[in-house]
């Protein structure tokens, strides 16, 4: 079973950059859609954006378009999430996640066909 660790959160003001990593340990995750969640405080967890295992398809949800780019390094076995012109509503604990359905077509939004979460990295934008 594959373990993600997640890291690069922070506390930044509005307009900051953030780069966000999700490193995958136990097994390689380099066959497998990768997506990215976040949940806020006091509301559920909500798809932010996803990856093909090959990196060349990308989805985002309507918040990060624009603003958010998912990227892989399957050498690395390691996924990221550059942020950019953070906003306050973008404040939520970041969780990386595994899709492991060889039967999924297409990229997963929601979060109950992803297997596999990291423990989440904190991400507070301060106005």
């Known amino acids: 079973q594959v373990q993600l660790v997640e890291s690069g959160g922070g506390v930044v003001q509005v307009g900051a950059s953030l780069r966000l990593s999700c490193a995958a340990s136990g097994l390689s995750v380099s066959s497998y859609d990768m997506g990215w969640f976040r949940q806020a405080p006091g509301k559920g967890r909500v798809f932010v954006a996803a990856i093909s295992w090959s990196g060349g398809s990308t989805y985002y949800a309507d918040s990060a378009t624009g603003r958010f780019t998912i990227s892989r390094d399957n050498a690395k076995s390691t996924v990221y999430l550059q942020m950019n012109s953070l906003k306050p509503e973008d404040t939520a604990v970041y969780y990386c996640?595994?899709?492991?359905?060889?039967?999924?077509?297409?990229?997963?939004?929601?979060?109950?066909?992803?297997?596999?979460w990291g423990q989440g990295t904190q991400v507070t934008v301060s106005s």
């Open positions: 996640a595994a899709d492991y359905n060889p039967m999924h077509r297409g990229l997963m939004t929601d979060l109950y066909e992803y297997v596999d």
